[in-house]
């Protein structure tokens, strides 16, 4: 593991490989391991950096919301730290929300675009209830009861019943976030912007990949940003939710390198 100290906080990341250079932001309330199968599936020919987003894995929390345009601004630096000036930037889920708010504020650093089991809308307000709700729950009573809550939504029934390695990596990753690093990023999350009116003006080449069973941000928000991205290709992952990329890793790998290949 590495880590570098970026404004408040001192980040955690992994930076594997040679080549032109891949950023992949994690999903809520995940951490950089999310992303070990494609770290080794592109390492061979790209040079690939995961971080821990502030709150998350290894990197340290901080007081208040962590908005997405904060997560941002630190993938940005962490960039600087090492030396890259433009990437491709890809996001699961709240990490596709960050990649957005990048792209509004670093566009000439984003190379490509992967836009992972997303969306581009804000929260609505009930959402915005709910995740206050969840941010208390989380400070007063730890992260277990939240995994339960969101296990079913996060994967298929197939994947829940039937492959437990799986239901018991993702349950391990809930579990290892710190309650505080979860309260921010939900508070973040509800403060972020629409980044709709964004969509049409996006010029990087960008891959929009979703589960078909995702519960969380279905096929048809990855749609929406699909008909307003102008230069974009959609893939729907049959039996997959939403955490595609461990539910169909090798489908996901391949779209991944096929995608990074034409347009890289
Ligand atoms: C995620 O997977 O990052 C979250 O479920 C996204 C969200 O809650 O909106």
Do not use: C
């Not at 930076?15 to 994690?26: E, K, Q, R, W």
């Not at 994947?159 to 799986?166: G, L, N, Q």
């Not at 999350?189 to 941000?217: F, H, K, N, W, Y």
């Not at 102008?230 to 997959?240: F, G, K």
Request: charged share 25%.
């Amino acid at each position: 593991m590495s880590s570098t100290r970026i404004s408040d906080i001192q980040m955690a990341y992994t930076d594997t490989g040679i080549g032109s250079p891949i950023v992949l932001i994690h999903g809520y309330p995940f951490n950089r391991s999310l992303w070990s199968e494609q770290l080794t599936a592109l390492s061979n020919s790209y040079r690939v950096i995961a971080p821990d987003l502030r709150g998350f894995g290894e990197t340290d929390p901080s007081a208040g919301p962590a908005t997405m345009n904060r997560m941002a601004q630190d993938v940005a630096e962490l960039m600087d730290r090492l030396q890259i000036r433009q990437a491709v930037i890809g996001g699961l889920s709240m990490g596709g929300y960050v990649a957005l708010a990048f792209y509004k504020q670093f566009r000439s650093r984003v190379r490509n675009l992967i836009l992972a089991d997303t969306r581009a809308q804000a929260d609505t307000e009930e959402a915005k209830q709910t995740r206050a709700q969840q941010a208390e729950k989380a400070l007063s009573e730890g992260m277990a009861g939240i995994a339960d809550a969101m296990l079913p939504k996060l994967l298929t029934p197939d994947t829940v019943s039937k492959r437990p390695e799986i239901v018991k990596r993702v349950r391990d990753m809930m579990l290892k976030t710190k309650p505080e690093g979860a309260a921010a990023a939900l508070m973040g999350m509800a403060e972020r912007e629409d980044q709709t009116p964004l969509l049409s003006q996006i010029s990087a080449p960008t891959l929009i990949l979703v589960g078909a069973e995702d519960a969380i941000t279905p096929v048809a928000d990855s749609e929406k940003m699909h008909r307003a991205i102008p230069n974009s290709r959609l893939v729907v992952l049959e039996n997959a939710g939403h955490v595609s990329n461990l539910e169909r890793t090798e489908q996901f790998n391949h779209t991944l390198l096929e995608f990074l290949r034409a347009s890289t």
